[in-house]
């Protein structure tokens, strides 16, 4: 004789029953205040850094099971700013960000590798100028109420067409962009 769901109750043990069973997921997280965005370059020799306000980040993290992790970072370029108004003009034109033509730039991993203790790697695919690369980012991860991923990348900005042109010169600018991140985070709702 065969077992048959045929009260609310019964469906309701096995639901919970199978949902036991399950193996946990990832955390969803999203972005909270206090987050930043920098990256920090040369130009003739002269170090200077900015920022990427606005940004906007979603994450699945899980450090018991990082394949099921995701990262997904939405920049909009529009408001780059490094404290410099001419600069952050030439960011914007058709050598550098072309924003007329590229609003943002979005940043995306599937999975993550650990590299020992709070640290972690993203193996993902940077989207700047229509251009897809593969980057990878680097962080710690603070759990807690407000779980913090800390994490470095170097961009090598000419893959990407970014101050291509009369702007290529690597002596000029380094062809390596260091960027750096501070995400603090609360759970996705």
């Given at each position: 004789?065969?077992?048959?769901?045929?009260?609310?109750?019964?469906?309701?043990?096995?639901?919970?029953?199978?949902?036991?069973?399950?193996?946990?997921?990832?955390?969803?997280?999203?972005?909270?205040?206090?987050?930043?965005?920098?990256?920090?370059?040369?130009?003739?020799?002269?170090?200077?850094?900015?920022?990427?306000?606005?940004?906007?980040t979603k994450l699945s993290f899980d450090p018991a099971n990082l394949?099921?992790?995701?990262?997904?970072?939405?920049?909009?370029?529009?408001?780059?700013?490094?404290?410099?108004?001419?600069?952050?003009?030439?960011?914007?034109?058709?050598?550098?960000?072309?924003?007329?033509?590229?609003?943002?730039?979005?940043?995306?991993?599937?999975?993550?590798?650990?590299?020992?203790?709070?640290?972690?790697?993203?193996?993902?695919?940077?989207?700047?100028?229509?251009?897809?690369?593969?980057?990878?980012?680097?962080?710690?991860?603070?759990?807690?109420?407000?779980?913090?991923?800390?994490?470095?990348?170097?961009?090598?900005?000419?893959?990407?067409g970014v101050g291509g042109g009369d702007w290529s010169d690597t002596?000029?600018?380094?062809?390596?962009?260091?960027?750096?991140?501070?995400?603090?985070?609360?759970?996705?709702?």
């Amino acid at each position: 004789m065969s077992h048959k769901l045929t009260t609310p109750a019964a469906v309701a043990a096995t639901l919970v029953a199978l949902l036991a069973a399950a193996p946990a997921s990832a955390a969803d997280y999203v972005q909270d205040t206090g987050s930043t965005l920098v990256f920090a370059t040369k130009y003739d020799g002269e170090v200077f850094t900015g920022t990427f306000p606005g940004f906007s980040t979603k994450l699945s993290f899980d450090p018991a099971n990082l394949a099921s992790g995701k990262l997904d970072v939405t920049i909009p370029l529009a408001g780059a700013k490094t404290g410099n108004d001419d600069r952050d003009a030439t960011l914007r034109g058709s050598d550098f960000f072309n924003v007329a033509k590229f609003a943002q730039a979005r940043y995306r991993a599937t999975g993550f590798r650990s590299l020992g203790g709070d640290q972690y790697a993203a193996d993902g695919t940077l989207e700047l100028r229509g251009v897809s690369k593969p980057v990878t980012l680097t962080f710690t991860w603070t759990p807690g109420t407000a779980p913090v991923l800390a994490g470095k990348a170097t961009v090598k900005r000419l893959a990407f067409g970014v101050g291509g042109g009369d702007w290529s010169d690597t002596a000029t600018i380094p062809d390596e962009v260091a960027v750096s991140t501070k995400v603090v985070f609360k759970p996705a709702r």
